[in-house]
């Protein structure tokens, strides 16, 4: 998941990653004191993983759509379990996500 956010959000300096690097500050503001990923980011990414499996469960057919009707609830249940991580347990939360901005920068 790590090379996909890479390649995905932080690929050069019109991503998303360089364009609004501020944000990344921004976020270290928590106790950590160091830059995360974000929900949206790590649930977009995992719905993905999610699709990119479930093609090849199908028996990797030609046409196959990536859409977001599709794959919605994969999506709200990665989120959801996010923001149910950061309500009962921020500290792990916030280290998790500090975690994987970490590992994007040293891929």
């Given amino acids: 998941m790590v090379h996909l ?3 995905h959000y932080f690929n ?3 991503s998303v990653g360089a364009v609004f690097a501020h944000k990344f500050t921004e976020i270290t503001k928590n106790k950590a004191n160091r830059p995360e990923v974000t929900i949206p980011m790590v649930t977009l990414t995992s719905t993905s ?3 990119a499996l479930f093609w090849k469960a199908q028996g990797s057919p030609p046409k196959f759509n990536f859409t977001g009707n599709q794959f ?3 999506y709200v249940f990665h989120v959801q379990f996010l923001e149910d991580l950061k309500k009962n347990a921020p500290q792990k939360f916030h280290k998790l996500m500090a975690d994987v901005f970490a590992a994007i920068e040293y891929v």
Avoid: I, L, N, R
């Fill in 49 to 51: 993983v999610y699709a």
């Fill in 5 to 7: 956010m890479k390649g």
């Fill in 12 to 14: 050069g300096p019109k």
């Fill in 72 to 74: 919605s609830e994969v």
